[in-house]
């Protein structure tokens, strides 16, 4: 089971820089509001804790389909509909494309090397196709499928559509209407499931079908932490601890800036998951946490300095794996050289343990702050709790700051003025507003 060590972030082992007893007690009260407003599901938008109880019969039959049909598997999607697929990837099947079927592709940007690299690599009448979108309307997805589509069409004729599968609202958008009409199979992200809050949703599952992974062990490790995230008492529920400490790191201590450092290689893409989910649930009102993704050991010689050194403005959050399933044990050899000699007999897991407990203890001796959270090891399990207690915790850091963690209002405009530069009709205003700033933009040139 997950667990978190925070004795590094209180004023009791670190000092001065760090809370006191006295601040989590305050703050308890608001705390169980928190858990509250989750328990009495006064957001719609808190459909991804039922995800937990889901049938996942419909993915593993759509899995089986495609896994028939097909040699490679290219997912189309962005944001959420890209992320928590990419860190399952990552995760539980590290290096997969080297040496395992189906080849996985995860296209989620509009960079054309990147699509022509993806087209160099694969046979596209083997390919099966995921476009995942939850509004369906996504300019980036829309765009990847309309050419991966005449592609397949081109390949396949009337037999293109069999390659796909859209994964998209229940009721709404043009992916679901294409389902309908076209005939295109599809797969359900609840209506009150929201992109950042899907991996635990056919999002997630198929993906991890498709790479040979129970998705009933992702959902089992998520259901089996739930209760421990929902206590409203704080000092019993890891989630809500966490969350009410960055929140007070931030707010009585000015330091907003949460850096995430799993040691691990496979867990560096749940950092760039974490990034999403913090920055677009959080940044609202002029408040939020800001995150920083980074990888232990590797960022040590990258990063560490400036968390030593530079402003402080930072609570570094450890990712500790017990058991990385393998080990290496480092042979007697160049014994007579100093720098050699003392890593002798010992194993690779027992130096990236110890590297990331004297990081913690580094930055503690100087009164930085540093938390731990820990899992027993990196499988399907454990995977599922790590998502489900970031979704949780991410939620209830939202209702501390009284903002709403689900929507992300502000990068609308963006998609506007993209759609004034494309040609939309409806955005003839947005156009407009563009070319004059294209006129501002050249004053100052170099
Ligand atoms: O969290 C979110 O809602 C967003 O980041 C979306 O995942 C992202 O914009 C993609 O949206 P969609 O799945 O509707 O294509």
Redesign the pocket.
């Known amino acids: 089971m997950l667990g978190i060590n925070f004795s590094f972030m209180m004023a009791e082992t670190i000092g001065g820089k760090g809370l006191s007893e006295r601040k989590i007690e305050d703050i308890k009260e608001k705390a169980a509001q928190a858990v509250s407003e989750i328990k009495q599901r006064k957001w719609p938008e808190l459909q991804f804790m039922d995800l937990l109880k889901d049938d996942t019969s419909a993915v593993k039959d759509e899995a089986r389909r495609l896994n028939g049909v097909s040699e490679n598997f290219l997912i189309l ?7 928590g697929p990419k860190c399952i990837l990552e995760a539980l099947s590290p290096f997969h494309n080297i040496s395992k079927k189906p080849k996985v592709f995860i296209y989620d940007n509009v960079d054309p090397s990147t699509l022509d690299c993806i087209f160099k690599n694969i046979d596209i009448k083997k390919t099966a196709v995921n476009v ?7 300019g ?2 829309a765009a990847g499928f309309k050419i991966v589509y005449e592609k397949m069409k081109k390949a396949l004729g009337g037999r293109a559509e069999e390659m796909f599968v859209l994964t ?1 609202d229940p009721g709404k ?1 043009d992916l679901r209407r294409l389902a309908n009409e076209k005939g295109f199979a599809s797969l359900p ?1 609840p209506p009150g499931v ?5 991996v635990l949703s056919s ?1 997630g599952l198929l993906l991890a079908e498709i790479i040979g992974v129970d998705s009933g062990d992702l959902l089992k490790g998520a259901a089996d932490i739930h209760d421990r995230c929902l206590k409203d008492e704080v000092w019993e529920n890891p989630a809500l601890m966490t969350a009410c400490l960055c929140y007070l790191m931030d707010r009585e201590e000015g330091r907003g800036i949460d850096v995430l450092v799993p040691y691990s290689d496979r867990l560096r893409s749940f950092s760039e998951w974490f990034c ?2 913090w920055a ?1 649930s959080l940044g609202k009102l002029g408040m939020g946490l800001s995150p920083y993704p980074s990888v232990g050991t590797t960022d040590q010689h990258s990063q560490m300095q400036l968390w030593m050194e530079g402003p402080e403005n930072k609570v570094v959050i450890f990712l500790r794996v017990e058991d990385y399933g393998v080990d290496f044990q480092m042979p007697h050899g160049f014994d007579d050289l100093p720098g050699m000699n003392y890593l002798s007999g010992h194993t690779l897991s027992e130096l990236i343990k110890a590297e990331e407990e004297a990081t913690e203890l580094a930055l503690a001796k100087i009164g930085r702050p540093n938390m731990t959270i820990t899992i027993p090891r990196i499988d399907a399990y454990h995977l599922g709790q790590l998502f489900y207690f970031f979704e949780i915790m991410t939620a209830f850091v939202g209702f501390l700051y009284g903002v709403n963690p689900f929507n ?1 209002p502000s ?1 609308e405009e963006s998609k506007r003025l993209t759609f004034g530069i494309m040609g939309r009709p409806g955005f003839e205003a947005k156009k407009k507003e563009v070319e004059e700033a294209r006129g501002k933009k050249t004053i100052f040139k170099l």
């Open positions: 999607g962005i944001g959420g509909s890209a992320l995942i979108s939850k509004s369906g309307g996504t980036e997805t998209t958008g992200i929201g992109g950042r809050y899907s999002v999403q989910l677009e992300q990068v």
